[in-house]
């Protein structure tokens, strides 16, 4: 059997290490002792919404435990569970317990995001649901001060007056500007924050409103950002969402890549981390430590307790949003040579380059003295096979081409 916590294999419910984070060592049972609540209505809150979510319609129920079992309870509750969501009004709703719980699996363990305890966790019928435990609760049931980004910067179903659309009012940009104001040692958790805006446009998640990134009071009595929570590919469930649930920052559809292209790109993360405030030079690590995890993710979406077919759709949308973020140095050093990767190594047959609109190169990577100045701004030099013999004889700039990664779809020989 595979921990229905962590996936890891040859164990008999959850794994000692899942047990500890989520019941502080309580031997609890991944078979809840009754069955699905009885479905209340949404109508209700779907009625004040014009844009279906998943958080419009993913029913939350509280849990706690008493010795070694979990209760449902109405007050003090530790833990938060999330069935299938009833009705028809989302695509696949069966598989969103195993959705959101991969998806916080991958930041977690892949990308060392740090992110609420949670785990799957099967009904007395079998149907699987969502389990995350609560980090605003202290061990003595009291609660830490927290406060999502819409009540930060004064949204509210009364002032926004767009129903429970409120939460899509605003932008990424402005959440960063709220936790320089709250946080006091507040670069590395806008690093965690760029980190996570990053991972959920990489793993389409549309629905990372105002409510879903919040701040909480520390036993030290100061501020942080919460462990990412509500996280999930929303797109197998809502295919006609937007790419994000907010603007990354005012203007962001008129950057040069948006326009060209429709959609956001690597330039437009660098914007956006340049308006954070992050170092460049930081920032520009963040964003090749997320485009460089391919391989670990598609091994943990292969354990997943997801239906093999959707594990090819999930893999499927990961892998064309990781095309759109281009191509790092990394990436296409590995392609010239794998035994010494170097974007510049000499290679012995000219490479085909393949862009974002599909246009293509035939030549050579050549190293000048600019190469290194351009490789900041993921650039690199470029002699087509047209100019390779002409640039042989006697190398000038017209016969060179700059190649941006960022616009890079694939790399290969012939
Ligand atoms: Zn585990």
Do not use: W
Not at 43 to 50: G, I, L, R, S
Not at 151 to 165: A, I
Request: proline share 5%.
């Amino acid at each position: 059997m595979m921990c229905p916590g962590c996936y890891k294999i040859n164990v008999e419910g959850y794994c000692t290490a899942c047990r500890k984070e989520m019941f502080d060592g309580v031997k609890v049972s991944p078979i809840l002792p009754f069955k699905a609540p009885a479905l209340d209505t949404i109508a209700n809150y779907q009625e004040k919404t014009k844009r279906l979510s998943i958080s419009g319609v993913q029913l939350k129920y509280s849990l706690r435990l008493t010795g070694k079992v979990l209760e449902l309870t109405d007050t003090g509750g530790q833990y938060i569970i999330k069935p299938i969501p009833p009705g028809s009004l989302l695509a696949m709703p069966e598989i969103t317990p195993e959705n959101e719980h991969l998806t916080m699996q991958l930041a977690r363990q892949v990308f060392n995001i740090k992110t609420a305890a949670n785990a799957l966790i099967y009904f007395e019928d079998g149907t699987p649901a969502y389990i995350t435990r609560r980090f605003d609760v202290k061990p003595d049931g009291a609660k830490y001060l927290q406060e999502d980004m819409a009540q930060l910067s004064g949204r509210s179903r009364q002032t926004v007056n767009q129903g429970e659309d409120f939460k899509y009012n605003g932008t990424y940009e402005e959440i960063g500007a709220l936790i320089k104001q709250y946080v006091a040692a507040y670069t590395p958790t806008l690093e965690r924050y760029f980190k996570l805006v990053l991972f959920n446009y990489l793993f389409s998640n549309g629905d990372a409103h105002l409510k879903n990134f919040s701040l909480i009071q520390t036993a030290m009595g100061d501020y942080t950002l919460t462990p990412a929570y509500d996280v999930m590919c929303t797109l197998l469930h809502v295919p006609t969402e937007a790419d994000m649930a907010l603007d990354l920052y005012n203007g962001d559809h008129q950057s040069t890549f948006y326009e060209k292209h429709g959609f956001f790109g690597r330039a437009d993360f660098r914007t956006f981390a340049d308006k954070l405030g992050l170092q460049p030079v930081r920032a520009r690590r963040l964003i090749t430590e997320l485009l460089s995890k391919r391989n670990e993710v598609v091994a943990l979406i292969e354990k997943s307790f997801l239906p093999r077919a959707i594990k090819k759709d999930y893999t499927q949308k990961y892998l064309e949003r990781l095309a759109r973020l281009g191509m790092t140095e990394q990436m296409i050093s590995e392609v010239i040579d794998p035994e010494h990767p170097g974007v510049y190594t000499a290679a012995k047959q000219p490479v085909t380059l393949t862009f974002l609109d599909r246009s293509t190169k035939v030549g050579f990577f050549y190293r000048t003295p600019e190469s290194e100045k351009l490789k900041l701004k993921n650039q690199y030099n470029f002699v087509e096979m047209r100019h390779a013999k002409a640039y042989k004889k006697k190398p000038g700039e017209e016969l060179m081409t700059i190649v941006n990664g960022d616009e890079l779809l694939e790399v290969a020989y012939m």
